[in-house]
């Protein structure tokens, strides 16, 4: 009985992350190198070419690692399109998809289907929670909070400046 | 019309309902008074009125989608978010973050320094500078009053702060009264959106106030890349109809970050703190069975 129960709770949490694991594939959109390391001045790998399918390793900063015709190497970030996805998550492990699936509101009511929709209908619908507003208050940390947390986990401050539109400063 | 307008001000004015939470009660005379005076000049709307403005608009999209029960989830966005602020113009406002129960993808703010994000949009980050990406996009819509601006276009400037002084104010920045003309204008707004080129000032804004607090400025370009590839239905088609297209947003971006933010040094693309919260670990296994393992079982084990 147990056994039986456990794998109905298993079938549950299993079925519906249909893109769990999915690699994110991409598709090149101009000409180019890519580079065994990512930086600009990084010796190159080989060539892609404007709508050449790659296939999405890794990313660091501003850079992402593709396989591409035999070729593995780095390419900007901006110089991919993501190609469509059915909606589903390409890079969401099946754990944290089931997790969100098994997630309880505040309610405390158990979600069974995964999916609360937040759409116009549910806006147009809406009254103000003033239970679930004070809530949200209690839930702020101050910014001496925030600094120290921020210090545990090595974070660097700089000074930089807004970008103008079109790259103008 | 202006006379119109006022009227219907009026109206929705005598209309206030008591906050069931806490019932409090305001000077009618008092705010029929000042919404006569709403065709009078224009007048700024000071920080005070904009958190309890913020704050009813706030609790309408938790009307919507109330908070995740999940503390550690949401002290995580709030220590993340709150440092993020910290670099951007307003460091001072009252700024409270929220994951909300709701697997659709969107983010929302309100003024004063209100800032929501979905569980569904949460678990579609890859990294925490995606996360500071979007708490950073949210937070330039709060520092460069864009909600106000929408609300004073769709409200009048005067009414609008009418309506601010009158909520009372409150640990959650309205305990009271709001009146139905701020919600509905509210709820028009989250519907249809902010102005476009207000949305693509809070990416360039983002990007910046992300790497200020030492995240890498390319975690929004992450988030947009996950959007241009998503269907415009579902999950996504609330956040599609308030927003420009994904491709459109990177393309601004791109062209506004060329290679500018390149040569920072010590960003980090992910922290150990997000991995815990997107990869929880997994569920213990089920316990032993209860009859005894055959010899060979035991052998096989021991091998």
Redesign the interface.
């Known amino acids: 009985m ?2 039986a129960l ?1 794998l109905i709770v298993l079938a549950c ?1 299993t079925v519906p992350s249909t893109a769990a694991d999915a690699t994110e594939r991409g598709v090149v959109i101009r000409n180019g190198d890519i580079k065994v390391q990512p930086f ?1 001045d990084a010796a190159p790998a080989g060539n892609v070419a404007a709508n050449d399918a790659v296939t999405i390793v890794d ?4 850079w992402v690692q593709v396989q591409a015709a035999g070729k593995t190497g780095w390419i900007r ?2 110089n ?8 589903a ?5 099946s ?6 699936m098994l ?6 009511k158990t ?1 069974t289907t ?7 209908e ?22 001496g ?3 120290a ?2 210090q545990k ?15 103008k ?1 | 019309m202006r006379w119109a307008r006022i009227a219907c001000a009026l109206v929705a004015l005598c209309m206030i309902a008591p ?4 019932a409090q009660f305001i000077d009618l005379g008092d705010l029929v008074g000042k919404a006569k005076n709403a065709h009078g000049a224009l007048h700024t709307i000071g920080e005070d009125e904009e958190i309890r403005i913020g ?2 608009l ?13 503390p550690a989830e ?2 995580y966005v ?6 993020l602020a ?2 951007s113009e307003r ?1 001072a406002l ?5 994951v ?5 993808v ?1 983010a929302f703010s309100a003024p004063g320094g ?1 800032v929501l994000i ?3 949009l949460f ?2 980050l ?2 925490e500078s995606e996360l500071a990406a979007v708490l950073g996009h949210e937070i330039s819509h709060v520092v460069r009053k864009h909600q106000i601006k929408a609300l004073q276009k769709s409200m009048g400037n005067a009414l609008l702060g009418d309506v601010g002084r009158t909520a009372t104010g ?6 009271g009264t ?1 009146t139905s003309g701020l ?1 509905n204008s509210g ?1 028009t707004m ?2 249809r959106g902010l102005d476009k080129e207000d949305e ?1 000032e809070a990416d ?2 983002g ?2 106030i992300a ?8 975690g929004l ?2 988030v947009l ?2 959007l ?4 415009t ?6 956040m599609f ?1 308030t927003h420009p297209p994904a ?1 459109d947003r ?1 393309e ?1 971006l ?9 040569g ?1 040094t ?4 992910d ?1 150990p ?1 997000f991995v815990a919260l ?3 670990p ?2 213990p296994p ?2 032993p ?1 209860p009859a005894k393992a055959s010899p060979a079982r035991r052998k096989r084990a021991h091998s």
Not at chain 1, 59 to 62: D, H, I, L, T, V
Not at chain 1, 103 to 108: A, D
Not at chain 2, 254 to 262: E, K, V
């Open positions: 147990r056994r456990t949490v600009l990313r660091k900063g501003g970030t901006l991919i399109r993501l190609a469509a996805t059915d909606g998550v390409a890079h969401q492990t754990v944290a998809s089931a997790a969100s997630r309880t509101g505040s309610s405390g979600v995964g999916v609360k929709g937040l759409g116009e549910d806006l147009r619908n809406a009254s103000v929670n003033l239970a679930e507003l004070d809530k949200l208050g209690t839930l702020a940390v101050d910014p909070e925030a600094t947390d921020a986990k090595g974070l660097k401050e700089s000074q930089i400046d807004y970008l103008a539109k079109g790259g400063k | 906050s069931p939470a806490r704050g009813g706030a609790g309408l999209i938790l009307g919507a989608a109330p908070l995740v029960n999940n949401q002290r709030n220590e993340v978010g709150r440092w910290l670099h460091p009252p700024w409270k973050f929220g909300i129960d709701s697997s659709d969107n209100y979905s569980q569904g678990d579609r890859r990294n409150g640990q959650g920045g309205l305990t709001l919600i709820r989250f519907m693509f360039r804004m990007v910046v790497a200020r607090s030492g995240y890498s400025p390319y370009v992450g890349q996950t241009s590839a998503a269907p239905t579902g999950a996504f088609a609330l109809a491709t990177i601004r791109g062209s506004a970050m060329g290679t500018r933010l390149d920072l010590g960003v980090v693309d922290l703190s997107r990869n929880p997994p569920p089920p316990p069975a």
